[in-house]
């Protein structure tokens, strides 16, 4: 019997690895077996193949089965491949045609009984089928993953219930199996979190700017006061601040989802900034990433292209709020473990909110604090100065008199008027930034913003006498720049005045209610 190849893929990160998947069966004992790097949940796909091909009412092979996974040198993990072993053995005990099997990537897990089950990640292993593949790439995956796979474009997508009903279309031709109109149509509209208004915060109107000036360009920011402010319901509130998630950006924020099991199959594709909110318990591998054998996206990454809030933050391990320093400044964090390295895309909004003291009681007379200054200095101190060094904005939350509550209802603005306003200085900073790689302000790099995009010496000034006194770090002067900016886009402006770099200063340095 000849040896019959297909194709699979493998996941690297969120990086789609074309892996081939060869076939044969010949003399020897009988018996199969996988070589090339496989894990044990591959290696227990020998078992599930041999059913679900005896229990699909085929015929399997008495004989010695050797299935290849190339490259050799690259680790294989999950349950994805058995599908295409399946119909590589299929294909050299000659039940299907080998040329027909040759091209496609095939997808998915097998039950006992022949029936296709969804996996993890189709969405980044079809990206990485057509950036390997080329033109006209054909993928064969489940029928619960159909709809994740057809959000690629230019990809024809065959889902299969069964391995029978595969084995049959690749045996007698004809039209491949459609996807059923009722997975393409959601049937259960995701949880939006832009459903929650700014209008719900009430005397709070620099808190609600600075939550503008961030959308507009994906700053960080910094909220201290005590309980009841508002800092939980405003960093809420942030998402329906922000505009739709290109398709681009879509596609990458969805693709780190399907990879951590988090895309729901009736409404796949990620379309709004994500909002991950994790619990101070967590640890430095659930922030972060990692894992003992497959190493999963953390926090940060699933927050990618949205919004990563930290309640109560000087709550968390100091080592875990540090560690949220590297992929700030980078925009991706690299995961290493023995087996090798995997890394994750990490470009989010860090929104941070912290009471001013473990006891979290207001300093008005009536009610004293009874926290002593080393107590607090201790509480505040779990937030280094290198973190804080790279939030934008750090504004004091206070609690709002009956007469402030009453006045601010009169300016309150909800959240479609806001975003319109976002959304224009988004537009403004993209036409500036065209033919560059970055779409906010908050992600030109240093060197560009001393270059094309240095405001004129009289804006900045303001920023001067900061330098000079060393309150006012190197890093600090960037993101007063990246601030000014979005201040000038805000003001229909071409360029930072004086006033937008005074109040980008103010910003950095911390501002009151």
Known sequence: MAVARTRSVTL???????????????????????????????????????SAVANSRYPWPDARITVSLFPASLPKRGSQFDLAIAVAVLGSSGVVPAERIAMPFFLGELGLDGRLRPVRGVLPSVLGAVKEGGDDVMVV??????????????????????LRELAEWLRKGGEPPRIPPEL??????????????????????????????????????????????????????LPSLLPDLVLDHALEVTAIHSVAGRLPTNSPMV?????????????????????????????????????????EAPEFPRHVLDSLRQPLEAGKVTVSRAAGSVTFPARFMLVLAANPCPCAQPHEQS??????????????????????????MKVTVARSTRRELLADRQFVED???????????????????SGTPW???????????????????????????????????????????????TL??????????????????????????
């Open 488 to 513: 000038a886009d805000l003001a229909d402006r071409d360029r930072p005045a004086a006033d937008d770099t005074a109040a980008a200063l103010a910003m950095w340095m911390g501002v009151g209610r």
């Open 367 to 392: 009610e004293s604090c009874q926290c002593t200054p080393t107590v607090k200095r201790r509480y505040l101190g779990r937030l280094s100065g290198p973190l804080l060094d790279r939030i934008d």
């Open 271 to 311: 379309d709004r900034p994500p909002f991950v909110n994790p619990h101070h318990t967590a640890t430095a591998a659930a922030v972060i990433g990692g894992g003992s054998t497959v190493v999963r996206p953390g926090a940060v990454s699933l927050a990618h292209r949205g919004v990563l809030f930290m309640d």
């Open 415 to 433: 959240s479609k008027t806001v975003s319109a306003r976002v959304l224009a200085a988004r537009e403004r900073a993209a036409k500036r930034l």
């Open 184 to 237: 393409l149509s959601p049937r259960e509209p995701r949880p939006d979190p832009s459903t929650l208004d700014l209008s719900d915060v009430v005397g709070q109107p620099m808190a609600r700017r600075a939550l503008e000036v961030c959308a507009a360009g994906g700053h960080n920011l910094w909220m201290l006061g005590p309980p009841g402010t508002g800092k939980t319901m405003l960093a809420e509130r």
């Open 12 to 50: 690297v990160g969120v990086t789609g690895r074309t892996v081939e998947v060869e076939a044969d069966v010949g003399n020897g004992l009988a018996g199969i077996h996988v070589i090339g790097l496989p894990d044990t949940a591959l290696s227990e796909a020998r078992d599930r193949v041999r």
């Open 141 to 162: 995956v489940p029928a619960a993953n159909a709809a994740e796979a057809s959000l690629v474009p230019g990809v024809r997508v065959v889902p299969v219930r069964d």
């Open 439 to 485: 779409r906010t302000n908050a992600e030109i790099p240093a060197p560009a913003l001393h270059a094309e995009f240095r405001p004129s010496d009289a804006a900045m000034k303001p920023m001067a006498s900061g330098i000079d006194s060393g309150a006012l770090s190197s890093r600090g002067l960037d993101r007063v720049v990246r601030l000014a900016w």
